[in-house]
């Protein structure tokens, strides 16, 4: 198809269908007219994106159609209608992108705690600025251990999820800073092999993982899945790739600002587990399997759910006509 051509001969219903939409008031007749030149303006639009593929005309009468559409349907449509493809292919699609990010974060931050684990056991003095030997004692024998059984379930799970919510949108929200999610990741990676040294030095090393297991594996992972979304949206406008450097910024914040979404479900079902299974006087196995399944459910959804979703066509953002035209960048 020869494009200019093509454009030529639509070019007055295109002018139509530009300056319909850019009414504020309608008669009858012209709420008509739009309804229809929208319609063969959306199959011209079909037609050029088979033929050619993304273009400077075709954006252009995207851009008409996306404000014809939102003078004849005003709203977006109801949130809850949406709510099936956001879980089944849009936040799968995010997460699916960032899998590899994922995972480097998990080594990276478990090779740091190793580090301070090791580092604070086997060095002289370090231990101490934690407090006394009493106080590390108390700690060991009874404090962590009782923390997760002194308040009531419903008060606990409450405050372990809205505070690990919080952590994890603030990583992928700060994330473009390109600081906040490595110092946060830091500091908790930090922080576990700090409180595993403790244990160590005192006897209760086995302790420290069977309280930590059942639900630290779906929460650690939702943390460092969080760190990876602030990540990838920091690196998008350091390297844009054939985009601006706002579109890229656009494109990757739309998409991956799910994952928050998706990360507050995840840490909703680790606080249940934390809350409600990791104090309570279960055999290990069936603790730590609880905690096992929920984090398998989490990579399946990733990794499996996620690739689907792509391969069909999902990146995580808004579709074409939520999202805007795209600016032609030359290669």
Partial sequence: MDLDAYSAAHRDEWDELARLSAKRRFSGADADALIDHFQSGASELSAIKTTSG???QGDRLSLWLFRA????????????????????????????????????????????????????????????HLGTAAQQQQYADHDFVSYYSEHP????????????AWIAAGCIAFGITGVYAPYLLFQNAQSLGMSGALMAHNGQIDTFFLYIAPHGQLELYSIFTAGAAG??????????GART?????????????????????????????????????????VKIGIGTVAVSAFLFYQWVVGRWAVRAGETGDLDEFDAGAKQLIAA
């Fill in 54 to 56: 993304q273009s400077a």
């Fill in 69 to 128: 559409r939102l003078r004849f349907t005003g709203a977006s449509a109801n949130v809850m209608s949406q709510l099936p493809r956001f879980f089944g292919a849009q936040l799968p699609a995010a997460l699916f992108r960032i899998r590899w990010l994922c995972l480097i974060v998990t080594a990276a931050s478990l090779a740091v705690a190793a580090l301070y684990f090791l580092w604070a056991l086997n060095t002289p003095g370090v231990l101490a």
């Fill in 153 to 164: 379930a419903p008060s606990f799970f409450g405050r372990v999820w809205t505070n690990n």
């Fill in 231 to 240: 990540l990838a949206i920091f690196w998008s406008w350091i390297s844009p």
């Fill in 245 to 285: 450097r706002a579109g890229a910024l656009a494109e990757e914040g739309r998409a991956l600002i799910t994952v928050a979404i998706g990360l507050i479900c995840s840490l909703l079902v680790s606080g249940l587990i934390e809350g409600f299974v990791t104090g309570q006087a279960w055999p290990w196995p």
